[in-house]
């Protein structure tokens, strides 16, 4: 079955740097790939996604991210983060076919005033 | 309005106790998912349905039961609650296999 790996459990940032998050996946065909963001006490809402076509996806907030299929990569990207941003952030892949989701440890994002 | 409701939002359940966790969608859509969240962990796949009146197993279905009574309701079920059993439990729709949308959470404490 397919697999996520975010080898970063926590990632900290001054407000107004850029930001990349790390997400590689395990999956031999063409994977789907998300992006979801979960405020404390919340459920997750998805930011962006990749089904296919440029491998560069924009979401929501000015998150992007790009799809590096030679290096099973999908990592999340913003140019300026603001305090809001500070949330848990989670990777996901789906290989279709009625097989679900699968989703990473998630990476905790803290963002610095 | 809220499309993907999950009753109760927090429980405290004794061990040895039988649990339901409840799902109900006004999406609409043909799957739904059971997943816990634990810390260091993310979230993990428990059961999940892309159908009425049929359930697929997870990657972690032990301990666990589905039921998916209809298209628009979607439970979990804990016959023997146990302390590792303790977690967040997150349900999620989807129109099909793709993007989900999910639920609130319910925080379940087993004692």
């Known amino acids: 079955a397919q697999s996520v790996t975010q080898p970063d459990a926590r990632v900290t940032v001054s407000e107004g740097a850029s930001l990349q998050l790390r997400c590689k996946y395990s999956?031999?065909?063409?994977?789907?790939l998300f992006w979801y963001v979960q405020y404390p006490r919340q459920g997750l809402q998805l930011l962006l996604k990749y089904y296919s076509g440029d491998p560069v996806v924009q979401g929501v907030n000015g998150f992007e991210a790009e799809f590096i299929k030679s290096n099973s990569s999908f990592h999340l990207r913003k140019a300026s983060v603001h305090w809001s941003d500070s949330a848990v952030y989670f990777c996901?892949?789906?290989?279709?076919?009625?097989?679900?989701?699968?989703f990473g440890a998630g990476t905790k994002l803290s963002v610095k005033p | 309005e809220a499309a993907v409701t999950q009753s109760p939002r927090s429980k405290v359940a004794v061990t040895g106790g039988k649990v339901t966790l409840s799902c109900h969608q006004t999406?609409?859509?043909?799957?739904m998912y059971w997943y816990r969240q634990d810390t260091g962990h993310g979230l993990r796949l428990i059961h999940y349905?892309?159908?009425?009146?049929?359930?697929e197993k997870g990657d972690i279905p032990d301990g666990y039961k589905a039921s998916r009574p209809s298209q628009e309701n979607f439970s979990l079920i804990l016959e023997l609650a146990s302390l590792s059993q303790t977690a967040v439990y997150f349900c999620?729709?989807?129109?099909?296999?793709?993007?989900?949308?999910f639920g609130p959470g319910t925080r379940l404490t087993v004692l």
């Open positions: 999406n609409n859509h043909d799957y």
């Open positions: 999956y031999s065909g063409t994977p789907y």
């Open positions: 999620a729709s989807s129109p099909d296999i793709y993007e989900q949308y």
């Open positions: 996901a892949v789906s290989a279709g076919n009625n097989n679900a989701p699968r």
């Open positions: 349905s892309y159908v009425a009146d049929s359930t």
